[in-house]
C-alpha cells in the first residue's frame, strides 16, 4: 500500500492506493497515528481512498480505530473518492452512518 499525507490546517489528509487488507493495515495505522502524533492541533481526518480497490475487515477496522482516535480529539473524519466497492463494503459495515462521504477532497476538507 501507499499512503501519502499532508497536513491542512488542522486537518490531516491522507491518500492511499492499493488494497487495505490484514497486509496492509499495521502499516496504515502506525503511519496515519505517526502523523497524529506529530501534529498534536490536528483534530480532523480525512481519508482519500481514490487508489484504494480493496478494503477487508482489518482494514475496517484500522480505518475505525482512526475515527475513534480522531472523535476523542473532538474531531470528524471524512471519506472521500471512494471506489463502488469500497463505498458498498463500508456502507453494509455501517460506517457511513458514522463518517461522512464527498465526491472531491476539496468537499472533504470544506466539512472536515
Do not use: W
Request: positive net charge; aromatic residues 4%.
Amino acid at each position: 500500500m501507499k499512503i501519502s499525507v499532508e497536513r491542512v490546517g488542522q486537518t490531516l489528509v491522507v491518500r492511499c492506493q492499493g488494497e487495505l487488507d490484514l497486509h496492509t493495515a499495521i502499516q496504515f495505522r502506525t503511519e496515519v497515528e505517526r502523523e497524529l502524533e506529530r501534529h498534536s492541533s490536528v483534530t480532523n481526518l480525512v481519508l482519500n481512498l481514490d487508489g484504494v480497490s480493496f478494503v477487508d475487515s482489518s482494514g475496517l477496522g484500522v480505518i475505525l480505530g482512526r475515527y475513534k482516535h480522531v472523535r476523542q480529539r473532538g474531531g470528524k473524519m471524512v471519506l472521500t473518492r471512494l471506489q463502488p466497492q469500497v463505498h458498498r463494503l463500508f456502507e453494509l459495515a455501517g460506517l457511513l452512518k458514522i463518517m461522512s462521504v464527498c465526491a472531491t477532497e476539496t468537499e472533504a476538507l470544506r466539512l472536515a
